[in-house]
């Protein structure tokens, strides 16, 4: 395994493609697939907005923000957006084009802005989610409105009006909890694509984690978790890489087992070898941290080179 084929990957992923990593291990084949995140479009940035931002953001989700108030659009108050967009709505979505993938949150300061929206985003694409916020009597009330104007009603009942899991939140940072609740519940059930033999659980990009082992020349070792059974705080495909000095990037669930692994991939580091190593997450040492989780884990450690 090199450092060249990182630099691939990571230019796959800047072309909004999926990329693999497929290994030979043992004569069993793995792939390590990487997605491009997802977008999320937050149309509106108001006090909500802020924290969906960042919550979003650890999710693996490219934020975008809009808003047509440069009091509200700004990388200031937005610090974890890929994009802050100060425009009117309906600019700004003709300008992003919507894609089936995208994941949108309308939640504008008004139903006469959400109607703007929601009647810009129904003429194009369907995204993968469309959310508006609003109390149920409002959300009613602009539902019946649009299908006045002719809109499709079942494009209109798929809608997630009133937006968010019901569990009760008030303020900005619950609500906020509750929308991205329903993210990931519509995330995780999209039907499946047929499953590669050897395709590993975690899709996910970290780009961080994609960029250090693409561009950064140290000696490093590449830890993947090949399987795991039982209760772990990872899946297989879980990734990380350890430097010389003992630095981790990225991250196997932490705690003693990703420790463990950790040193055995610093002492792997200019050897040009391989192994696998069981992490057990039941042991003494992990008890005494609070870290039983009662499974175990097949981590590949590779020494990456240039």
Not at 35 to 41: A, F, G, K
Not at 141 to 164: K, N, Q, R, V, Y
Request: glycine share 12%.
């Amino acid at each position: 395994m090199s450092t060249k084929r990182f630099q691939e990957i990571a230019s796959s992923l800047a072309r909004g493609s999926c990329a693999d990593l497929n290994l030979q291990v043992d004569g069993v084949r793995f792939i390590r697939r990487f997605v491009p995140e997802e977008r999320l479009i937050l149309l509106g940035g108001g006090h909500i907005a802020q924290p969906l931002c960042a919550m979003g953001s650890m999710l693996d989700f490219q934020v975008i923000v809009v808003d047509d108030r440069p009091d509200f659009a700004n990388h200031q108050r937005f610090p974890e957006a890929t994009r802050v967009i100060c425009d009117s709505f309906d600019h700004a979505l003709a300008d992003l084009q919507i894609r089936s993938g995208d994941y949108v949150c309308v939640i504008t300061r008004g139903h006469r802005w959400d109607g703007e929206c929601l009647r810009r985003i129904l003429r194009g694409e369907t995204p993968s989610y469309l959310g508006m916020i609003g109390s149920r009597r409002r959300v009613t009330g602009l539902m019946a409105l649009l299908t006045e104007e002719g809109f499709d009603p079942d494009a209109l009942a798929s809608i997630h009006a009133p937006i968010g899991l019901p569990i009760g939140g008030v303020t900005p940072a619950e609500i906020a909890v509750s929308i991205c609740a329903q993210l990931v519940q519509h995330r995780r059930s999209l039907p499946q694509r047929a499953v590669e033999e050897g395709l590993l659980v975690q899709t996910n990009t970290d780009p961080a984690l994609v960029q250090y082992l693409a561009e950064d020349a140290a000696p490093k070792a590449l830890l993947l978790v090949l399987s795991s059974s039982g209760s772990t705080p990872v899946k297989s495909g879980a990734i990380m890489a350890v430097d010389a000095l003992g630095r981790g990037h990225g991250t196997i669930g932490g705690g003693c087992g990703e420790a463990e692994a950790m040193t055995q991939g610093r002492r792997i580091i200019g050897t040009g070898g391989r192994k696998i190593i069981r992490v057990a997450m039941d042991n003494d040492v992990a008890a005494s941290e609070g870290m039983v989780c009662g499974g175990t884990m097949d981590v590949l450690i590779e020494d990456l080179s240039r």
